[in-house]
């Protein structure tokens, strides 16, 4: 048998064949990193030193509430729990810090629910380190596990110092690393992610909005956080749905707070607009048919496990290359589901992606004598 290599121009899916590289999408950004991310199947779009390490100031407040979604989850902490508020978490992230606070009084309890409400519309300093004293015991303990959860969730790129984002040269992620935990969030914890959308919330009798400018520009936004400081820049990480399809934006090192506006708006609206979701084959729908030898049957069909789509532009689509590898001819005996080869799909500026091919049908292996009989075929006529 000798592995051969399939390249297939299939009209009906238009798919044309290209011989030199294409250039990068033409669209730029005035943030410093970026990541456009499908957030169904978690595939990068778009991005701009996405996977550089940078200061992610507060939008590492979503690791601070991913750890505290996964206690409720777990069941060891419960919404209506009271955390008390610690003299440090009063001193340094009340109102003494001069830093984004939801005034927690020195002494006091505050339920958990109103915890994450605090530190998610009013991004409070003061609500995380309570939340990291109250699951750990100490902040840098609390920052330890943070570092430690993050690459049991692929986060490799990302170490905490801090709950709360405050400068530290350990307190650093990637845009990709952010948008990875935004996914997380959005489809672990779905019974918590309301409170993202919140625009506004009271505390201690002080009223604040989100400050999120995104949930006022664009009615489609549902989340997720900013970020701010002297190091970073300005910066956000951003859901918007709109139909069937969301997609998941961070950008950071922005100049400005109206350039954190506009910018995270026309992104999203260019990313919507140029996207599209397109099915190359559906699920069990024959790829190929291959060759069979010594079968009970001369071909069996190759097909895709589960349904194969892509999300892409339509440039890129044009410019997609798709082949098939296997072995020629299948020896059988041949079972259904049993994996006989890949199919390859190239796309311009994405990774390729490899799919397995499984057999369609069962093939059985010919008896003693249609095997000699095949064999004395394939001597005679090569066939």
Same mark, same amino acid.
């Given at each position: 048998?000798?592995?051969?290599?399939?390249?297939?121009?299939?009209?009906?899916?238009?798919?044309?064949?290209?011989?030199?590289?294409?250039?990068?999408?033409?669209?730029?950004?005035?943030? @410093?990193?970026?990541?456009?991310? =499908?957030? $169904?199947?978690? &595939?990068?779009?778009?991005?701009? +030193?996405?996977?550089?390490?940078? !200061?992610?100031?507060?939008?590492?407040?979503?690791?601070?509430?991913?750890?505290?979604?996964?206690?409720?989850?777990?069941?060891?902490?419960?919404?209506?729990?009271?955390?008390?508020?610690?003299?440090?978490?009063?001193?340094?992230?009340?109102?003494?810090?001069?830093?984004?606070?939801?005034?927690?009084?020195?002494?006091?309890?505050?339920?958990?629910?109103?915890?994450?409400?605090?530190?998610?519309?009013?991004?409070?300093?003061?609500?995380?380190?309570?939340?990291?004293?109250?699951?750990?015991?100490?902040?840098?303990?609390?920052?330890?596990?943070?570092?430690?959860?993050?690459?049991?969730?692929?986060?490799?790129?990302?170490?905490?110092?801090?709950?709360?984002?405050?400068?530290?040269?350990? @307190?650093?992620?990637?845009?990709? =690393?952010? $948008?990875?935990? &935004?996914?997380?969030?959005?489809? +672990?914890?779905?019974?918590?992610? !309301?409170?993202?959308?919140?625009?506004?919330?009271?505390?201690?009798?002080?009223?604040?909005?989100?400050?999120?400018?995104?949930?006022?520009?664009?009615?489609?936004?549902?989340?997720?956080?900013?970020?701010?400081?002297?190091?970073?820049?300005?910066?956000?990480?951003?859901?918007?749905?709109?139909?069937?399809?969301?997609?998941?934006?961070?950008?950071?090192?922005?100049?400005?707070?109206?350039?954190?506006?506009?910018?995270?708006?026309?992104?999203?609206?260019?990313?919507?607009?140029?996207?599209?979701?397109?099915?190359?084959?559906?699920?069990?729908?024959?790829?190929?048919?291959?060759?069979?030898?010594?079968?009970?049957?001369?071909?069996?069909?190759?097909?895709?496990?589960?349904?194969?789509?892509?999300?892409?532009?339509?440039?890129?689509?044009?410019?997609?290359?798709?082949?098939?590898?296997?072995?020629?001819?299948?020896?059988?005996?041949?079972?259904?589901?049993?994996?006989?080869?890949?199919?390859?799909?190239?796309?311009?500026?994405?990774?390729?992606?490899?799919?397995?091919?499984?057999?369609?049908?069962?093939?059985?292996?010919?008896?003693?004598?249609?095997?000699?009989?095949?064999?004395?075929?394939?001597?005679?006529?090569?066939?």
């Amino acid at each position: 048998m000798k592995p051969i290599l399939h390249r297939m121009a299939l009209a009906a899916i238009a798919l044309v064949a290209i011989l030199a590289a294409r250039p990068a999408l033409a669209f730029d950004t005035t943030a @410093q990193y970026a990541v456009l991310m =499908d957030a $169904a199947t978690g &595939a990068v779009l778009w991005e701009k +030193d996405g996977d550089v390490r940078m !200061h992610p100031a507060s939008m590492s407040k979503l690791m601070t509430l991913s750890m505290l979604f996964d206690a409720l989850k777990s069941g060891t902490v419960k919404l209506t729990d009271e955390f008390p508020v610690s003299e440090h978490a009063w001193r340094a992230g009340g109102t003494t810090s001069g830093s984004s606070t939801m005034f927690a009084q020195v002494g006091s309890r505050i339920p958990v629910e109103v915890l994450i409400q605090g530190i998610i519309v009013q991004s409070a300093n003061d609500g995380c380190i309570t939340v990291a004293e109250a699951l750990k015991g100490s902040e840098p303990e609390f920052a330890a596990a943070m570092t430690e959860r993050a690459k049991e969730l692929g986060l490799t790129d990302s170490t905490f110092a801090n709950s709360t984002g405050w400068p530290d040269p350990n @307190q650093m992620m990637t845009a990709h =690393d952010l $948008a990875r935990l &935004a996914r997380h969030i959005i489809y +672990d914890f779905p019974e918590y992610y !309301h409170y993202f959308s919140e625009k506004e919330f009271t505390w201690n009798g002080i009223h604040q909005e989100n400050r999120n400018p995104a949930l006022y520009l664009d009615p489609t936004v549902d989340g997720l956080k900013t970020g701010h400081t002297e190091a970073s820049g300005f910066g956000l990480v951003v859901s918007a749905k709109r139909g069937d399809e969301r997609l998941i934006l961070v950008l950071n090192g922005m100049p400005t707070n109206k350039a954190r506006a506009e910018e995270s708006v026309r992104v999203l609206d260019w990313g919507f607009r140029s996207f599209k979701k397109y099915q190359i084959f559906a699920k069990g729908a024959a790829v190929e048919n291959a060759p069979v030898w010594q079968g009970t049957y001369s071909q069996v069909p190759l097909v895709a496990g589960n349904d194969v789509s892509l999300i892409m532009t339509p440039d890129q689509r044009k410019g997609m290359k798709v082949s098939v590898n296997y072995s020629s001819p299948v020896k059988a005996p041949i079972a259904a589901g049993q994996q006989l080869g890949t199919l390859r799909i190239e796309v311009p500026d994405k990774p390729v992606q490899e799919i397995p091919l499984l057999a369609g049908a069962n093939v059985d292996r010919l008896g003693i004598f249609g095997r000699a009989m095949n064999a004395l075929k394939h001597m005679i006529f090569g066939a």
